[in-house]
């Protein structure tokens, strides 16, 4: 399957290339590294990580669809696709250069390096209709594990993929339900009360649905563990983060993170995140002669 350094022999440079690219679309806005860390995980949940989701030229291609709402970053990938094409003509991927720029991106935020097995092959499809089974902000604890689990990633995967959520923002748009329209008292009772009104007064009822807010309070430039602790303690901004916090078993993965007994020797949240983007990044993989390699990113050969 995929191994690290698949492109040693037939193109050293891939991995600085893609680094170089990043750290300048990143130095230049900070944002960016949210927004490729996303890509990658958008584009894995939707036929495997293939780049179907870059596609930008089909007649209802995937980045369409409404679950993709507001993903970008395609432009950070061109740019490394165009260099690697001057350098390796038609040996990368770019399902594979999606992997690593999530990668870098974490580094750039402080988070873990970690190694990126790579060898996956781009994909012929990019549809619309393909994305109707990525995760909802609003579903429910069991439909959340039910999607990860049809993807081969475990309660504990879950978990950690969506501490992803430690850097970035949401639209408001995402928050309506959970402020305003929550069964059956209005908005969602894990809200810590002292949270409660900030976040209305930022995201207020009729306001404008395009304000961002960080996905953790406090932290939202930083790749650290703080989301876990702002969902524990009813901070956390999206439903589907507070979804965490309700269920005995993603709770207990949550709570082993912050182990007082013993902090220094408990699991490590970086480590393990580490793990479950690797696994993330494995989803469906097109090897071998399955797939091509495409010359640009947004367009099939
Ligand atoms: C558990 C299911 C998940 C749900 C329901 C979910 C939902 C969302 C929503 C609603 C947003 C805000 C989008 C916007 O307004 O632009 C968002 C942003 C983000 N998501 Fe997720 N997400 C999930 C899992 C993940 C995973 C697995 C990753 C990566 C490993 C991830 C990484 C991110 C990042 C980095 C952002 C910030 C993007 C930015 O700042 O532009 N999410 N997510
Ligand atoms: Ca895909
Ligand atoms: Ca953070």
């Known amino acids: 399957q995929l191994h690290v350094g698949f492109y040693s022999?037939?193109?050293?440079?891939?991995?600085?290339?893609?680094?170089?690219?990043?750290?300048?679309?990143?130095?230049?806005?900070?944002?960016?590294?949210?927004?490729?860390?996303?890509?990658?995980?958008?584009?894995?949940?939707?036929?495997?990580?293939?780049?179907?989701?870059?596609?930008?030229?089909?007649?209802?291609?995937?980045?369409?669809?409404?679950?993709?709402?507001?993903?970008?970053?395609f432009e950070v990938i061109e740019r490394a696709k165009a260099q690697l094409e001057a350098s390796c003509p038609g040996v990368v991927s770019c399902a594979d250069i999606v992997a690593l720029a999530a990668r870098d991106a974490i580094v750039m935020a402080n988070g873990p390096a970690y190694q990126v097995p790579t060898g996956r092959r781009d994909g012929f499809v990019s549809d619309k209709s393909l994305a109707g089974n990525m995760p909802d902000v609003n579903d429910s604890i069991q439909q959340?594990?039910?999607?990860?689990?049809?993807?081969?990633?475990?309660?504990?995967?879950?978990?950690?993929?969506?501490?992803?959520?430690?850097?970035?923002?949401?639209?408001?748009?995402?928050?309506?339900?959970?402020?305003?329209?929550?069964?059956?008292?209005?908005?969602?009772?894990?809200?810590?009360?002292?949270?409660?009104?900030?976040?209305?007064?930022?995201?207020?009822?009729?306001?404008?649905?395009?304000?961002?807010?960080?996905?953790?309070?406090?932290?939202?430039?930083?790749?650290?563990?703080?989301?876990?602790?702002?969902?524990?303690?009813?901070?956390?901004?999206?439903?589907?983060?507070a979804r965490l916090n309700d269920d005995f078993v993603t709770k207990s993965v949550i709570d082993s993170y912050f182990n007082p007994i013993n902090p220094t020797f408990g699991p490590s949240f970086e480590n393990d995140f580490v793990q479950s983007m690797v696994k993330m990044g494995q989803i469906g993989v097109k090897t071998g002669s399955v797939g091509n390699i495409r010359r640009v990113c947004s367009a099939f050969n």
């Open 9 to 73: 022999n037939t193109c050293p440079q891939v991995e600085s290339t893609v680094h170089d690219v990043v750290r300048e679309a990143v130095l230049f806005d900070r944002t960016k590294a949210a927004v490729l860390l996303r890509l990658h995980f958008h584009d894995c949940f939707v036929e495997g990580c293939d780049g179907s989701i870059l596609i930008n030229t089909t007649q209802n291609p995937e980045k369409t669809a409404f679950p993709h709402a507001g993903v970008k970053g």
């Open 144 to 241: 959340l594990k039910t999607k990860f689990l049809n993807k081969g990633l475990t309660e504990k995967d879950l978990v950690l993929l969506s501490a992803a959520h430690t850097i970035g923002t949401t639209a408001c748009f995402f928050m309506r339900k959970r402020l305003y329209e929550f069964f059956p008292f209005g908005s969602d009772p894990t809200i810590n009360l002292n949270f409660l009104p900030e976040l209305k007064a930022r995201c207020p009822k009729d306001g404008d649905v395009n304000i961002r807010l960080a996905m953790d309070e406090g932290s939202d430039l930083k790749f650290d563990k703080s989301i876990l602790k702002n969902i524990r303690e009813g901070f956390a901004v999206l439903a589907s983060d």
